[in-house]
């Protein structure tokens, strides 16, 4: 069964300063993955996606992400983080074509002044 | 487009009283999906839709739980009775295809609470 893993509940990064926002996945054939964001009282809004091709996504607001096929992984980053980052992230996994993501528990990350 | 439109968008009712909540998805989006928010359990999905006709219901917590689309711009999530523990938000995606690099596109979503 596919599934997706955000080790970390919060993430804190001080303004200016790069960010990561970890995802690992578990998927028995190709994954498809996904990150969104949630602003407070917002819904989830897409940031990018990784189909194929070059493992450097990159997304709206100036995020990236790279897919790691042999750690399993799809970090989220950012080279200089903004305090308006600061907000809930998931991410998630499709593996087989006509099924529904499935998402992660979420990453909140802080943007301290 | 307007993207996903979810309303109520607040809901605040006591327990046994019947919720509706109502979604509308993006127009040509063939697929429908009804998500539930909690601290707790994270993102959970409840059950999804193609062409109107539900695929998955599995996520539905209990009977007391349904779900109808009854046409391409509409579907409905209804709660009879509430109880204080379905107190969450409720999300509505919508996507135009699953396979691959479909993308699901939310609403901002219902925050209930059930006195």
């Known amino acids: 069964a596919q599934s997706v893993a955000q080790p970390e509940d919060q993430v804190n990064v001080a303004e200016g300063n790069p960010l990561t926002v970890k995802c690992t996945y578990s998927?028995?054939?190709?994954?498809?993955l996904f990150w969104y964001v949630q602003y407070p009282n917002r819904g989830l809004q897409f940031l990018l996606k990784?189909?194929?091709?070059?493992?450097l996504v990159k997304g709206s607001y100036g995020f990236e992400a790279e897919f790691n096929k042999s750690q399993t992984s799809f970090h989220l980053k950012k080279p200089s983080a903004l305090v308006s980052d600061s907000a809930l992230y998931f991410c998630?996994?499709?593996?087989?074509?006509?099924?529904?993501?499935?998402f992660g528990k979420g990453t909140r990350l802080s943007v301290i002044a | 487009d307007a993207g996903v439109i979810q309303s109520p968008r607040h809901e605040v009712t006591e327990m046994g009283q019947e919720v509706t909540l109502r979604c509308k998805p993006i127009?040509?989006?063939?697929?429908l999906f009804w998500y539930r928010q909690t601290m707790m359990r994270g993102l959970e999905l409840l059950i999804y839709?193609?062409?109107?006709?539900?695929?998955?219901d599995s996520g539905m917590p209990e009977d007391r739980f349904s779900a109808k689309m009854p046409n391409a711009s509409f579907s409905t999530l209804k709660i009879q009775p509430s109880e204080p523990r379905d107190s969450a938000v409720y999300f509505c995606?919508?996507?135009?295809?699953?396979?691959?690099?479909?993308?699901?596109?939310f609403g901002p979503g219902t925050r209930l609470l059930v006195l």
């Open positions: 998630a996994v499709r593996e087989t074509g006509n099924t529904p993501l499935v």
């Open positions: 990784y189909i194929t091709g070059d493992n």
């Open positions: 127009s040509g989006h063939d697929y």
């Open positions: 998927v028995s054939g190709n994954p498809y």
């Open positions: 995606a919508s996507s135009l295809r699953l396979g691959k690099g479909g993308t699901q596109y």
């Open positions: 839709f193609n062409n109107n006709v539900p695929i998955d």
